[in-house]
């Protein structure tokens, strides 16, 4: 039987969307479902044209229930893998996937972490710390934002005149290119 992720995502998706290429044919690992908790989240459509199922969830859902916890045990997943997902991992999901979690965030951590740091407020305040070197983090998550053990980090640098634009952009390569084999390096050594 093939290994199974579920992708958490709140936004576009574009790392999704290379995680689902990039397992499309794999003999070994497929993704089981993607969850967001927003229902008008690009990466809904992402799932849908790769045809993955998708569940969408609120709060309540997701902070006061074993809805989720449940909805993964039945489905098999081996590995979830949050892609851009904004809010904090429960612990009775925690408990139920230790070590078995797993982050990207858009800064080399431990600088740039923490609650409200995503997307562009990293690149922000990258840019605002006249930071000479820019990177992405590959990490297991735990009970806080961004402190898990890390898995793996790679730099871009950053040149006086670039711009949000240019250092999302210069990171995002590096999230695309690294993301999925790591995912699919931590996976294989999972045993089913
Ligand atoms: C990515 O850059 C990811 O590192 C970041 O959100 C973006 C999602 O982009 N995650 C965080 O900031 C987590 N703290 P995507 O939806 O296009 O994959």
Known sequence: MKKRIAIFASGSGSNAQKLMEHFKRSPEVEIALVLTNNPDAYVLQRADNFEIPSHIFDRNEFYHTDHIVNL?????VDLIVLAGFLWLI???LLHEYPGRIINIHPALLPKFGGKGMYGDHVHLAVLEAKETEGGIT???????YDEGEYIYQAKYRIDKEDNLELIKFKGQQ????HYP???ETIIKKIKK
């Open 90 to 92: 429960p612990k009775n």
């Open 181 to 183: 084999r790591i995912v």
């Open 72 to 76: 993964l045990k039945n489905l098999e």
């Open 174 to 177: 590096l999230e695309h290119l």
């Open 138 to 144: 590959i990490h297991y998550v735990n009970e806080n």
